[in-house]
T-cell receptor, first 117, second 115 residues
Framework: AQTVTQSQPEMSVQEAETVTLSCTYD???????LFWYKQPPSRQMILVIR??????QNATENRFSVNFQKAAKSFSLKISDSQLGDTAMYFC??????????????FGTGTRLTIIP | NAGVMQNPRHLVRRRGQEARLRCSPM?????VYWYRQLPEEGLKFMVY????????ESGMPKERFSAEFPKEGPSILRIQQVVRGDSAAYFC?????????????FGDGTRLSIL
């Protein structure tokens, strides 16, 4: 079974600063996918970024980037130039790559990020 | 907006009643997943369906819970004889048929409250 650990229950940072959210996971699989989802106070689940385990290059999406360390089973999210709208719960999630193609997501417990004006 | 549609947004039931939660996937998506989020916790997988098939129900409680995704119409998550512990947010997600590791797109959730 796969597990995802987010060791920072809460974080806060000043607007315009950079913040890094940590995530580690445990799996015996070699092929898998990792995701970060954002859940703002509206409670929607919004995809932030996706990483394929077989790609060494770290994924980036505008102000969001990841530091994927496969050997260490670490998948941290960096938010640059943080904005008030980044205030949300952030969930790290894991998906096995199977022959079937689509699989369930295993989520961490989340990090509550507050951006301070 | 052709996103994942869930209804109702809020559902209140008394103990012992039945709750029916509906989910229409994004256009072109044929895979549906249900997750449950208890207060102040992460999402937990419940069930994965394709049209007329349950693919993985390993996260579904053995009793009182059932799910379906008929050939026509939305996916339904059904909870019979609800108890206080069923109070949670229930999220539906969908993904397209082709391609491994496709991101799942989530609906806004149904918040179920049991009186």
């Amino acid at each position: 079974a796969q597990t995802v650990t987010q060791s920072q229950p809460e974080m806060s940072v000043q607007e315009a600063e950079t913040v890094t959210l940590s995530c580690t996971y445990d799996t015996s699989e070699n092929n898998y996918y990792l995701f970060w989802y954002k859940q703002p106070p509206s409670r929607q689940m919004i995809l932030v970024i996706r990483q394929e385990a077989y790609k060494q290059q770290n994924a980036t999406e505008n102000r969001f980037s990841v530091n994927f360390q496969k050997a260490a089973k670490s998948f941290s999210l960096k938010i640059s130039d943080s904005q008030l709208g980044d205030t949300a719960m952030y969930f790290c999630a894991f998906m096995i790559s199977s022959n079937f193609g689509n699989e369930k997501l295993t989520f961490g417990t989340g990090t509550r990020l507050t951006i301070i004006p | 907006n052709a996103g994942v549609m869930q209804n109702p947004r809020h559902l209140v039931r008394r103990r012992g009643q039945e709750a029916r939660l509906r989910c229409s996937p994004m256009k072109g998506h044929s895979h549906v997943y249900w997750y449950r989020q208890l207060p102040e916790e992460g999402l937990k997988f419940m069930v994965y369906l394709q049209k007329e098939n349950i693919i993985d129900e390993s996260g579904m409680p053995k009793e009182r819970f059932s799910a379906e995704f008929p050939k026509e119409g939305p996916s339904i998550l059904r909870i019979q004889q609800v108890v206080r512990g069923d109070s949670a947010a229930y999220f539906c997600a969908s993904s397209p048929e082709q391609g491994a590791g496709q991101p799942q797109h989530f609906g806004d959730g149904t918040r179920l409250s049991i009186l």
